[in-house]
């Protein structure tokens, strides 16, 4: 579309209580994401042939990381059913099907896969 969008445009508000505990909007420009990824493009080298997991809740912000982060550089994004994601064995076969690159899990997370991806390793399925 015709539409010119400037860095200090709005690109997403997002709900938090912060330290208040009282709920509010948060106003996020287009130049904070983007600032994001400047700052950590050195480190990761992203780019079009990455494959992005859309693990967490549109509602918690780390989930800005995984859509702009695939929108950003042209990669893909897959988004995670709840009941895939509940599912170790099936977040893992998504993770082999979908050949994802860009995985973002709590520690607690990552530590039920690692046993299910080291098993399918052993029996030569990734």
């Known amino acids: 579309p015709g539409v010119a969008v400037a860095p200090q445009n ?3 508000v997002i709900y938090t209580s912060g330290s208040t505990g009282k709920p509010k909007g948060t ?8 600032r994001l990824f400047a700052a950590t493009q050195d480190w990761f080298r992203f780019d079009a ?19 702009f982060g ?13 009941d895939v994601a509940r599912s170790t064995e ?6 082999q099907r979908e050949q994802v690159t860009v995985l ?23």
């Not at 106003?27 to 983007?34: F, G, R, Y």
């Not at 042939?49 to 859509?67: K, M, Q, R």
């Not at 099936?90 to 993770?95: M, Q, S, W």
Request: charged share 10%; proline share 4%; hydrophobic share 50%.
């Open 49 to 67: 042939s990455d494959v992005w997991t859309v693990f967490h809740s549109y509602a918690f912000d780390f989930s800005v990381w995984e859509l």
């Open 27 to 34: 106003l996020l420009p287009h130049q904070n994401v983007v």
């Open 10 to 12: 709005l690109a997403y």
């Open 70 to 82: 695939a929108l950003l550089y042209g990669g893909r994004a897959v988004m995670v059913a709840k």
């Open 104 to 126: 973002n899990q709590t520690p607690s997370a990552f530590r039920q896969l690692i046993p299910v991806a080291c098993a399918a390793a052993r029996q030569g399925q990734g």
């Open 90 to 95: 099936d977040f893992h076969a998504l993770l």
